[in-house]
C-alpha cells in the first residue's frame, strides 16, 4: 500500500485552486465531511478517548473512587505481590514470545520456499489465527495434563523417559526370600541397617530374562566399601537352565543396571546411586551414621510419571507455548509477503559466486526482510502485552497466581472480585503506557512512508 | 573460459546432490512440524467425540485404535443445551451488526480521510494510528459504569458498540489506504458530472473497495467471534457469547471434557469455515494493516 507524495486531497484542492471556491462552498464541503466523519469520531470519542483520559484521573483515587489517594495505587501495583508477579510474568512474555514466533516463522517461511506443499504447509500453521484463544486454551490445557494416561504431552514424554533414561524399569520384579531383603509396595528394602563400609546386595527374582536391558552383564560381586562409602550388587538371581545358590552371585547371572539405590538415613535419603552393566553400585560421601539401603518403587513400577506441566513451575512456558502456536503462522505468512516480493538476483548471484545457503540466508535474505521482520516484531510485542485470554483459561486453579499477567490482574481486581477500579485503573495505563513506545514507532513508520 | 565450465558443471552435480538430500531433509521437517501443528486441534476433535467416560480414563490416542467409542452424542446433548444455544445466538448477533458497522463507518471516516480536505485531517490520521494500539483495558472500567449509567449493561447492543469502536483504528487505517489508490480523474469525473459526496462514495468508492471491505470484514468477523474479555465483562448470562458460555465450564476441567471439548470445537466451526473460504481476504486484512 504505497502512498503517493501528494496526499490524494491535497491533488483535488490544488486542481479546484484555479477557481478557489467561496467561503460557503467551502462551508459546505467542511461539513459533508463532519458529516462522514461523525460516526467515528463519536464512538471513537465516547468510548475510547475519553475512557482513556477517565481511567487516567481514576487511577489516583482510591478503590471506590471517593478519595484522592496520589500515587498510591501505583506503589501497591509494584509492592503487592499478585501484580509484581504480573509485571514480571509480562516482561518474561514480551521478552520470550515475539521471538519466538518471529524466528519460527522466519525459518518456516524461508524452508516453504523449497516445497511443493507449501499452500498445504501454510494453511495449516496459519490455521490457528483463526481459532479462539479461548479454543487454544481448552487444548493446551487438556495437552499437558499430568496424568499421562490423558495428557498427550506427558504420554510422549514418559514413553521417551522409558526409552532413553539410564533408570530401566523393572516391573514385578521381587527380592530373593530369605535373604534379609523385603518388599513393601514396589519399595524393595534391607532389613538390617549399614554403617558406611559394609555392603548390601540386592539378589532379585520375577524378572524375565527376556526382558533383561541390553548392556546388561555377569553380574559381579561389589567392590569392598571404604569409608563414607556403601556397596553392592543388584543382580537377577537365577541361572538360565538352573543352577547356582540362592543369594549368590553365580556364573550366569546377569547384573541388573540402571537400578536407583538409595541409602536412608534417619534424616531422609544421605546418598544414592545407579548401578552398573554389572549391578554393582557405590554410595559415596557418607557421614558415619547408621543407615538403611533401599531400592526405591520408581524402579520396578511400570509407568513413570508424567511432568507436572500446569504447576507454577512450567505454566508460564506451556501458555507462552500455546500463544507460539497459534502465531508463528502471522509471521510466517507476513514474512513469506517479503520473501515473495523480493528480488532475488542478489541471493542468485551470491550462490554462483559460492556462497552457502546459510551465507545467503543470514547475509542476504534476513538484512533485506528487515523492515518486514520488524513489523512483525512491533505488531506481536504490542499483542503480547494485553494477552488475556489464553493466561485466562489455560492455569488450573492453583497455577492461577504464578501464571499473573497485567491484563488478567486488571480484570480480577477490577471485575474479577477485586473491587478495586482504582488499582484496576493503574494497571490499565501501566499497560498503556507500555505500548506508547511502540505506538510510536507505528506513527514514525506511518510518517516516513508518507514522505515518501 | 572452459575450465571455469567446467568447474562449474561440477558444482552443480555437487549441489544437486547436495540438494536432493537437502529437499528430503526440508520435507521431512515441515512434514513434522505441520503434524506438531495439526496435534492439537485434531486432538480435541476426538476428545469431542468420545463419550465422557472414555475421556476421563485415557487419552484421545486410544480412540485412534477404537474407533468404535466415536460418537456424536456430546454435541447432540451440546445442542440440546439451551445454555449453548442461546450463547452461539448471542455471538452471531454480536459478531454480525459489529462487522457491518465496523465496515460502514470506517469506510464513511477512511473516505473522507483519504478524499477531502479539512482542517487537522492529518493530525487526526495520526491520532487514528495511535489508537491502534491503544490496550482495550484502558477503557473497561469507565464503559462499564457509563453503560451502567445509560442503563445497557449487560446488552448486546452496549457489545456491539464496544467491538464497533475498538474496530475503528484498524478499519479506518486499512480504507482511508486503500482508498488513496482509487485513481483520482474517476471521482474528479463524477464531481463534475455533478454527482454527490454520498453518490460518489456509495456508487464509486464502495464499490472499488470491495477487496479491502472484505478483507476488514473477515478481520473484524473473526475477531469479534473470538473475544472472550469483553463478553466476560459487558453481558449477563442471558446475553454471553459461547466463548463465556464455555469459560464458565472451565472450573472443573476434567469433569466437563465432554461439554469443554466440543463446545470449543463448536465455537470454531464458523471461524474454521470463514477462514478456508477467504484466507485470502483474511491475509490481505493483516499485510494491510501492518502497511507495505
Not at chain 1, 527376556?210 to 548392556?215: A, E, H, K, N, Q
Not at chain 1, 552398573?276 to 547408621?290: N, Q, R
Not at chain 2, 464455555?246 to 477462514?275: C, E, H, K, W, Y
Request: aromatic share 10%.
Amino acid at each position: 500500500m504505497a502512498t503517493s507524495v501528494v496526499s490524494p486531497a491535497d491533488a483535488s484542492l490544488r486542481e479546484s485552486g484555479s477557481q478557489p471556491l467561496s467561503r460557503r462552498g467551502r462551508r459546505r464541503e467542511l461539513l459533508i465531511a463532519a458529516g462522514f466523519l461523525a460516526p467515528a469520531l463519536i464512538l471513537l470519542g465516547a468510548l475510547v478517548v475519553y475512557p482513556m483520559v477517565y481511567t487516567l484521573v481514576r487511577s489516583f483515587y482510591s478503590a471506590r473512587g471517593d478519595e484522592f489517594v496520589g500515587w498510591d495505587n501505583y506503589v501497591t501495583m509494584f509492592t503487592s505481590d499478585s501484580t509484581f508477579t504480573a509485571i514480571r510474568n509480562n516482561i518474561i512474555w514480551v521478552v520470550v514470545a515475539p521471538v519466538l514466533c518471529t524466528s519460527l516463522g522466519l525459518i518456516f517461511a524461508v524452508l516453504m520456499d523449497r516445497i511443493r506443499w507449501s499452500t498445504a504447509f501454510k494453511l495449516i500453521i496459519f490455521m490457528p489465527m483463526a481459532i479462539s484463544m479461548l479454543a487454544a486454551g481448552v487444548i493446551f490445557r487438556g495437552m499437558f495434563q499430568e496424568d499421562p494416561e490423558i495428557g498427550v504431552v506427558n504420554a510422549v514424554v514418559v514413553a521417551a523417559k522409558e526409552a532413553f533414561s539410564d533408570t530401566s524399569s523393572y516391573p514385578g520384579a521381587k527380592p530373593r526370600p530369605d535373604v534379609g531383603v523385603s518388599v513393601d509396595r514396589d519399595l524393595i528394602s534391607a532389613d538390617a541397617s549399614l554403617a558406611p563400609g559394609e555392603s548390601q546386595d540386592f539378589p532379585l527374582v520375577g524378572i524375565r530374562v527376556t526382558d533383561l536391558p541390553d548392556d546388561s552383564t555377569q553380574a559381579a560381586p561389589a567392590p569392598a566399601a571404604s569409608d563414607g562409602q556403601i556397596t553392592g550388587t543388584v543382580w537377577l538371581d537365577f541361572v538360565p537352565g538352573g543352577g547356582g545358590v540362592n543369594g549368590q552371585i553365580d556364573p550366569g547371572e546377569a547384573g541388573l543396571p540402571g537400578v536407583r539405590v538409595d541409602v536412608v538415613g534417619p534424616d531422609g535419603v544421605a546418598g544414592s546411586a545407579i548401578t552398573e552393566a554389572d549391578g554393582t553400585y557405590v554410595v559415596e560421601g557418607l557421614d558415619p551414621g547408621e543407615y538403611r539401603v533401599a531400592l526405591p518403587a520408581a524402579n520396578f513400577t511400570t509407568g513413570a510419571s508424567g511432568v507436572p506441566w500446569l504447576s507454577s513451575t512450567f505454566i508460564t512456558a506451556v501458555v507462552i507455548l500455546s500463544y507460539v502456536w497459534i502465531w508463528a503462522g502471522f509471521a510466517m505468512v507476513m514474512i513469506a509477503s517479503g520473501l515473495s516480493a523480493m528480488d532475488r538476483t542478489l541471493q542468485e548471484a551470491a550462490r554462483v559466486d559460492g556462497a552457502t545457503e546459510w551465507k545467503v540466508f543470514t547475509r542476504i535474505t534476513v538484512p533485506l526482510l528487515a523492515p518486514v521482520l520488524v513489523v512483525v516484531f512491533v505488531t506481536l510485542i504490542i499483542n503480547v502485552l494485553k494477552i488475556f485470554d489464553l493466561v485466562y483459561v489455560i492455569p488450573p486453579g492453583n497455577a492461577k497466581p504464578a501464571a499473573n499477567v497485567i491484563a488478567v490482574e486488571m480484570w480480577t481486581v477490577s471485575f474479577g472480585g477485586g473491587n478495586n477500579q482504582g488499582l484496576g485503573s493503574a494497571l490499565a495505563i501501566l499497560l498503556l503506557v507500555m505500548v506508547l513506545p511502540f505506538m510510536w514507532i507505528n506513527v514514525r513508520r506511518f510518517k516516513a512512508e508518507r514522505e515518501g | 573460459m572452459n575450465d571455469l565450465t567446467i568447474v562449474r558443471g561440477k558444482r552443480t552435480v555437487a549441489q544437486r546432490i547436495l540438494g536432493f538430500f537437502g529437499k528430503t531433509f526440508v520435507n521431512v521437517f515441515l512434514i513434522l512440524v505441520a503434524v506438531l501443528w495439526l496435534v492439537p486441534s485434531f486432538g480435541l476433535f476426538v476428545t469431542s467425540l468420545r463419550p465422557i467416560g472414555e475421556s476421563t480414563s485415557s487419552g484421545w490416542w486410544n480412540a485412534l485404535t477404537h474407533p468404535a467409542q466415536l460418537t456424536w452424542e456430546n454435541y447432540l446433548n451440546l445442542l440440546q443445551n439451551s445454555t449453548i444455544t442461546n450463547s452461539l445466538l448471542n455471538t452471531v448477533m454480536i459478531v454480525v451488526p459489529s462487522t457491518v458497522l465496523v465496515v460502514l463507518i470506517g469506510a464513511l471516516a477512511g473516505y473522507a480521510f483519504a478524499w477531502m480536505d479539512f482542517p487537522g485531517r492529518d493530525w487526526m490520521l495520526v491520532g487514528v494510528i495511535v489508537l491502534l494500539a491503544v490496550p482495550l483495558q484502558v477503557a473497561l472500567i469507565p464503559v462499564a459504569r457509563m453503560y451502567g449509567a445509560l442503563g445497557i449493561f449487560g446488552s448486546i447492543a452496549g457489545v456491539v458498540a464496544f467491538h464497533t469502536a475498538f474496530g475503528l483504528p484498524f478499519a479506518i487505517f486499512l480504507l482511508r489506504n486503500f482508498f488513496t489508490q482509487i485513481p483520482g480523474e474517476v471521482l474528479e469525473a463524477a464531481r463534475v458530472d455533478g454527482a454527490s459526496e454520498w453518490r460518489i462514495f456509495s456508487r464509486i468508492v464502495l464499490p472499488l473497495g470491495g477487496p479491502a471491505i472484505a478483507s476488514l470484514a473477515i478481520f473484524q468477523f473473526l475477531w469479534t467471534w473470538n473475544d472472550l474479555l469483553i463478553g466476560l465483562i459487558f453481558t449477563t448470562p442471558t446475553t454471553q457469547p459461547i466463548t463465556v458460555a464455555i469459560q464458565s465450564q472451565l472450573r472443573t476441567f476434567g469433569a466437563n471434557i465432554d461439554v469443554l471439548s466440543a463446545g470449543a470445537f463448536l465455537s470454531m466451526i464458523v471461524p474454521l469455515i470463514v477462514f478456508f473460504a477467504f484466507q485470502r481476504y483474511f491475509v490481505q486484512a493483516l499485510l494491510a494493516g501492518s502497511q507495505k
